[in-house]
């Protein structure tokens, strides 16, 4: 997909973080999948599409207003990456409640702008599966999708959906994370399973999609991410963790 204008034309590939629903952790997953494509040497952009609830700009601790020329939009360079966020098109706080074709539109201005070099760009879509969605995937064609679920059976169901969506849209789904799965107790060290376990590799090997992995539920990666220093960016497992789904990704 070209998008944007350079001087040199750069061929960029477009790959949407999608969910069934909200609060899995798509966006925290977009945000440090994006971080760890950089560190292993891509330049990377993400699109903050979540019209529902743009947190990139917090995420990412880039809470600015972007440049532009003209009506081309310059992105916001965060952590080694390059983005731009819906929630940066209108002021703070404000809900947005658009419709498909003004999401559709605003999302339109992302993809627009001065992407520069980046090649890989990561679309943070609002979560679940309806007519803003399917207008957005239209707008943008990604190449591909990847899906973000917890194991829980009613996200599962709803990843389901997803995969639907992304389907009719003849959108591939190039892979599905687990998220929130398992929880080692800081304290004693015990193991558990608060949201079951195995269900998305279940689901993905029941459908032919590759499996990307899975990430434990953690305090500290919460912490972290609610102060703006996603945990890719940062040594320590949690930074190995997102390198593997990363090059789990590019495979
Ligand atoms: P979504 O984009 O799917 O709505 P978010 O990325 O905003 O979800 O995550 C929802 C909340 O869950 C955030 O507070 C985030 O910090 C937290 N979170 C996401 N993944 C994890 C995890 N693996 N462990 C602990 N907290 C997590």
């Given at each position: 997909?070209?998008?944007?204008?350079?001087?040199?034309?750069?061929?960029?590939?477009?790959i949407?973080i999608?969910s069934g629903?909200?609060?899995?952790?798509k966006?925290?997953?977009?945000?440090?999948?994006?971080?760890?494509?950089?560190?292993?040497?891509?330049?990377?952009?993400?699109i903050?599409?979540?019209?529902?609830?743009?947190?990139?700009?917090?995420?990412?601790?880039?809470?600015?207003?972007?440049?532009?020329?003209?009506k081309?939009?310059?992105?916001?360079?965060?952590q080694?990456?390059?983005?731009?966020s819906?929630?940066?098109?209108?002021?703070?706080g404000?809900?947005?409640?658009?419709?498909?074709p003004?999401?559709?539109?605003?999302?339109?201005q992302?993809?627009?702008?001065?992407?520069?070099?980046?090649?890989?760009?990561?679309?943070?879509?609002?979560?679940?599966?309806?007519?803003?969605?399917?207008?957005?995937?239209?707008?943008?064609?990604?190449?591909?999708?990847?899906?973000?679920?917890?194991?829980?059976?009613?996200a599962l169901?709803?990843?389901?959906r997803?995969?639907?969506?992304?389907?009719?849209?003849?959108?591939?789904?190039?892979?599905?994370?687990?998220?929130?799965?398992?929880?080692?107790?800081?304290?004693?060290?015990?193991?558990?399973?608060?949201f079951g376990?195995?269900?998305?590799?279940?689901?993905?090997?029941?459908?032919d999609?590759?499996?990307?992995?899975?990430?434990?539920?953690?305090?500290?990666?919460?912490?972290?991410?609610d102060?703006?220093?996603?945990?890719a960016?940062?040594?320590?497992?949690?930074q190995?963790?997102?390198?593997?789904?990363?090059?789990?990704?590019?495979d």
């Amino acid at each position: 997909v070209r998008v944007g204008f350079t001087e040199e034309k750069v061929e960029r590939r477009m790959i949407a973080i999608g969910s069934g629903k909200g609060g899995v952790g798509k966006s925290t997953m977009s945000a440090n999948l994006a971080i760890a494509l950089a560190r292993l040497g891509h330049k990377v952009g993400l699109i903050d599409a979540d019209i529902y609830g743009p947190s990139q700009p917090r995420l990412l601790d880039a809470q600015v207003k972007p440049k532009a020329e003209g009506k081309t939009l310059i992105p916001v360079d965060a952590q080694g990456v390059k983005m731009l966020s819906v929630g940066q098109l209108v002021e703070p706080g404000t809900a947005l409640a658009w419709r498909g074709p003004m999401a559709a539109g605003a999302v339109n201005q992302l993809i627009e702008a001065d992407w520069g070099d980046a090649e890989l760009i990561l679309i943070d879509l609002p979560p679940g599966t309806g007519d803003v969605q399917l207008s957005l995937i239209q707008k943008a064609r990604p190449e591909g999708a990847v899906i973000v679920s917890t194991p829980q059976d009613l996200a599962l169901i709803d990843a389901t959906r997803a995969i639907d969506l992304f389907g009719k849209t003849g959108v591939p789904v190039l892979g599905l994370i687990e998220n929130m799965a398992g929880y080692a107790c800081p304290h004693c060290g015990e193991a558990s399973d608060p949201f079951g376990q195995g269900g998305a590799e279940a689901e993905a090997k029941a459908r032919d999609i590759p499996f990307l992995g899975r990430l434990p539920l953690s305090a500290s990666l919460r912490e972290a991410s609610d102060a703006g220093r996603p945990p890719a960016g940062e040594e320590g497992p949690a930074q190995d963790a997102f390198e593997a789904l990363a090059r789990a990704l590019l495979d």
